[in-house]
């Protein structure tokens, strides 16, 4: 072999097991340096490094380590990463020359060129931080990143080099410094391992690190895996095979399966996650499908693979992963789809092509190993964006969260009843569903199905949601539905469909007016209602006609003002009419008061039940005249009571019900409930009503606020005294803490 006399004279500190070591790992380096033996390269570096093992000047690091073996396994890790260039192999193996004086930067620079003395000079500052210990504190972590993200290959060699270490350790005694190092790498490298995508590197640094600090839960793990090997390869084969089958039958599709039971410390992660045993973690294995496609067929492809998978096993919704559309920050692309395999055991499935499987190994390595980063520019560009993706992360995301990396967690995906796939912001909620599929629908939302329970509209969603919109034609948007929205697009729909309804409540109000004055043959100028209505207070004219379309209004009092507009000199000239100047087919004389006795066949009345309060049967209530002679009742409790005594005592009458009016009689009420937002509260209420003789439920409008809930019930009942019954059952329901009448 032509690399044997590397060192071999000078390596008598080196134990025989080291030697061969060292012989191994000299056939690979030499057969993968340019030139080999015989190359500049090759000479330069044994001459150095051997002069350095002669003086001396490197001895065994404070675990004891070879820094020789060390450097050469850390140099075959990253050829073995991102190939065998000959520049990084170079820097790893004249590092150590460089720190002991052997060799200078300057000559190096002579001999190799400058892209080995930048990657020898970041490595140099590195090795300043280990001056006083093996291990890296993690408050240095920021330090440290700031002296090598020059070139992302300098980063890799220090993953690399860690992983070294952690190898090193397996057959060490010495617990507290494998604890130690292990430590550090959880901390640092690993999450730095993972942010770069070297998901290889970093899934063995995981297990090894577990290894050291959990030592008993490693050994069980392992041994339950050994138990189950055969088992488990056995029902991976199974899976896969009608996989094989269908792929087959596409002659476009070139591919290959492989299956992979997961990492330990994987699965020790999911048993502390679901808090169960290993013996009810069911995926314990992925299967990953790699496709050999042409770049512009790649999605397309990897979604036709998904199609046969999914038509063969039940896909779980909650565990679609779509990492084709949109690549994770790192590079990643795959997609990702848990589905129901034999034995109704859950099954990782991963497709992805060839090209993504290289980046998914070996991570933005990949760029050299996989499609080469050849010019000058290409490889400045790659390593910009890698210092620029390191510089913004926090020294809080890198020590404790471990770099959540995924950059579009922001979003969920929702599926309909049909299947349809629809993305939104986290965060969304039932409304903001509707509103993202059709603005109707979400004007018209009572609530939903969620993957088949009943929610209210403020409802939060979760990815994979499968949701059901529940309409109703009687509902429209309200103010208060801008606050439980979280997209910009459902506010804005919202604002838009709530302007509208307020225009066409404008529209009808304004048509009630002039209805009601051609029924007084009163002329409508639209000159002098605009005056009116800026006299009565109002800034904007929808306002005062949204006002008299919802009844908030006295139309009586418009029409009389608007009349003392037009005619300013009859202002106060109105005769004031009791209720005596009309005639009462039922009215009984009680000193010198007039009572209007309410009844259902009343006759030379014309009176109706003020909208304002809806009296029942029972209340007590008073009359009012109004301008067209016929009569108003209202409660004596009635928001506008006191303003209609006050400004009009001449127009006010007394009034009372026929002690027969209850008799099949039924009147209109709404009751206003809050509560809190309990699970069946609204049913347990409507139950207690459907159980009530002579009251009927005509209508329930019900939303929730964070905790608790408000709304309205329609009814139909006989009276008060029944009414005050429903209220004080309804207020005995668990959870109610407030009824009243509107």
């Known amino acids: 072999m032509k690399g044997e006399k590397i060192i071999m004279s000078e390596l008598l500190i080196h134990t025989d097991d080291e030697k061969r070591v060292i012989l191994d790992l000299t056939e690979i380096l030499v057969k993968n340096i340019e030139g080999g033996a015989e190359s500049a390269a090759y000479k330069f570096i044994n001459e150095r490094l051997s002069g350095a093992i002669a003086e001396g000047k490197i001895t065994r690091d404070a675990l004891g380590f070879s820094p020789v073996v060390n450097d050469m396994q850390t140099a075959v890790l990253v050829g073995q990463e991102i190939g065998f260039q000959d520049e990084i192999i170079t820097s790893i193996l004249l590092n150590r020359c460089v720190n002991t004086g052997t060799a200078t930067i300057d000559e190096i620079g002579v001999v190799f060129g400058e892209n080995v003395t930048k990657i020898l000079t970041n490595l140099m500052q590195i090795n300043s931080l280990y001056a006083k210990s093996p291990t890296i504190e993690s408050e240095n972590f920021r330090n440290l990143l700031l002296s090598f993200t020059n070139d992302m290959r300098v980063i890799l060699i220090m993953i690399a080099s860690r992983l070294v270490m952690l190898r090193g350790l397996f057959d060490s005694d010495n617990d507290e410094a494998r604890k130690l190092v292990a430590n550090e790498a959880s901390k640092l490298y690993i999450p730095l391992a993972h942010k770069l995508g070297f998901y290889k590197l970093k899934s063995e640094m995981e297990d090894l690190s577990l290894r050291y600090t959990e030592t008993e839960i490693y050994a069980e793990l392992s041994r339950k895996l050994e138990e189950t090997a055969a088992s488990r390869e056995d029902y991976i084969a199974s899976f896969i095979k009608p996989i094989e089958r269908q792929l087959k039958m596409q002659p476009h599709i070139k591919f290959r399966i492989k299956g992979r039971t997961k990492s330990i410390n994987s699965i020790w992660q999911k048993m502390k996650k679901q808090q169960r045993p290993f013996e009810q973690i069911y995926d314990l294995f992925a299967i990953r499908i790699i496709i050999d496609s042409e770049p512009q067929n790649e999605k397309s492809e990897c979604w036709q693979v998904y199609s046969i998978v999914a038509d063969m096993y039940t896909p779980n919704p909650h565990r679609l992963r779509d990492w084709l559309s949109v690549p994770k920050s790192n590079g990643y692309e795959s997609l990702h789809t848990t589905v129901m395999g034999p034995e109704g055991r859950w099954v990782e ?93 979400g004007c018209r939302c009572t609530g939903a199905l969620v993957n088949g329970r009943n929610v209210p509209l403020r409802h939060t969603l979760n990815n994979g949601d499968q949701v059901e919109i529940i309409t109703s034609n009687s509902q429209t948007p309200k103010l208060a539905w801008l606050n439980i929205v979280q997209t910009g697009r459902a506010r804005a729909k919202i604002r838009q469909a709530l302007k509208e309804i307020r225009a066409k409540q404008a529209d009808m109000g304004r048509e009630t007016i002039v209805r009601k004055l051609k029924n007084h043959k009163i002329e409508f100028d639209e000159s002098v209602m605009d005056h009116l209505i800026r006299k009565m207070g109002f800034k904007r004219l929808t306002d005062f006609y949204q006002n008299v379309s919802d009844g908030v209004i006295d139309i009586a009092d418009v029409i009389k003002r608007y009349q003392a507009l037009l005619n300013p000199e009859n202002e106060n000239n109105e005769p004031q009419r009791s209720a005596g100047d009309f005639t009462f087919t039922n009215k009984e004389q009680n000193g010198s008061s007039d009572v209007l006795i309410i009844e259902r066949n009343l006759k030379g009345v014309d009176y109706k039940l003020a909208k304002c309060c809806s009296p029942i049967f029972g209340d007590d209530v008073f009359g009012f005249v109004t301008i067209n002679g016929g009569i108003s009742i209202h409660r004596k409790d009635c928001a506008n009571a006191r303003q209609l005594q006050e400004r009009y005592p001449y127009r006010v009458i007394e009034a009372r019900w026929s002690e027969f009016e209850n008799k099949n009689a ?77």
């Open 349 to 441: 499935v991963q497709i992805r092509t060839e090209r993504m499987d290289a980046v998914a190994e070996h991570g933005l390595a990949a760029h050299w190993r996989y499609k080469g980063v050849q010019s000058e520019k290409g490889l400045d560009n790659l390593l910009a964006s890698i210092r620029d993706t390191l510089e913004n992360m926090s020294e809080e995301s890198a020590a404790e969260s471990k770099f959540k990396m995924e950059l579009y967690k922001d979003e969920i995906f929702i599926f309909t009843p049909k299947g349809d796939l629809y993305r939104l912001a986290k965060g969304a909620t039932i409304l903001d569903f509707a509103f993202s599929i059709h603005t109707g629908l």
């Open 666 to 742: 039924l009147f209109p009420v709404t009751l206003r409930v809050v509560g809190n937002d309990n699970i069946g509260v609204v049913t347990n209420i409507t139950s207690v009503i459907s159980q009530e003789k002579d009251i009927t439920l005509r209508g329930i409008n019900i939303e929730s606020h964070d905790t608790l809930f408000s709304g309205t019930l329609s009814l139909l009942v006989g009276g008060n005294t029944k009414l005050n019954k429903l209220i004080a059952k309804i207020e005995g329901v668990k959870g109610v803490k407030q009824v009243k009448r509107g």
